[in-house]
Structures are given as structure tokens and as C-alpha cells.
């Protein structure tokens, strides 16, 4: 380094570089929250909680839902939960 040059070095936490980090780490377990919710959603619709046993739909039509939007909330929790963040 030259005379007269500051040696400090930035903390990695600080700048706009940092900011974007802790953003970033936020929306991931927004995400990985979202898709929890969508599990424990998908398990409702299958036990009948949420959409009546005995309603519009046929029992079958309604575990299907179910499943399929457990599946989803699953799909999405992993892709999240593993996915590297990029440099």
C-alpha cells in the first residue's frame, strides 16, 4: 500500500455488498418459511381440516390437492434450503 493510504479494510457486513447478503438471507428463509406454510397447508386439505370431508369435492379429489400441494411446499423447501448462494 502507499504512504498515506487508509489499511483499514471493510468489515464484511458493511457496504452495499454486505447489505445485499443480509437481503438475500432474509428472502431465503421467507422462502423456506412460504414453504413450510405450503406443507403444513397441503396436510389440512388432506385430513379435511381446512376443506370439509364431506363437501364439494369427492374424497379423492381432495387428498390429490392435498398431496399435491404438499409436494410442492417439499419441492420448494429443498430446492431452497440447498441451493448455494452465488459469489
Do not use: C, W
Not at 468489515?11 to 423456506?32: D, E, F, H, K, T
Not at 363437501?55 to 390437492?65: E, M, V
Not at 398431496?67 to 429443498?78: E, K, Q, S
Amino acid at each position: 500500500m502507499l504512504k498515506g493510504e487508509d489499511h483499514h479494510r471493510s468489515s464484511p457486513g458493511s457496504g452495499p455488498q454486505g447489505a445485499g447478503m443480509n437481503g438475500m438471507a432474509i428472502l431465503r428463509y421467507v422462502i423456506l418459511t412460504l414453504a413450510a406454510a405450503a406443507m403444513v397447508f397441503g396436510v389440512l386439505v388432506m385430513t379435511g381440516v381446512l376443506v370439509p370431508a364431506r363437501g364439494a369435492f369427492p374424497d379423492h379429489y381432495r387428498i390429490i390437492i392435498g398431496a399435491v400441494i404438499f409436494l410442492y411446499g417439499m419441492y420448494r423447501f429443498l430446492i431452497s434450503y440447498y441451493r448455494r448462494t452465488r459469489p
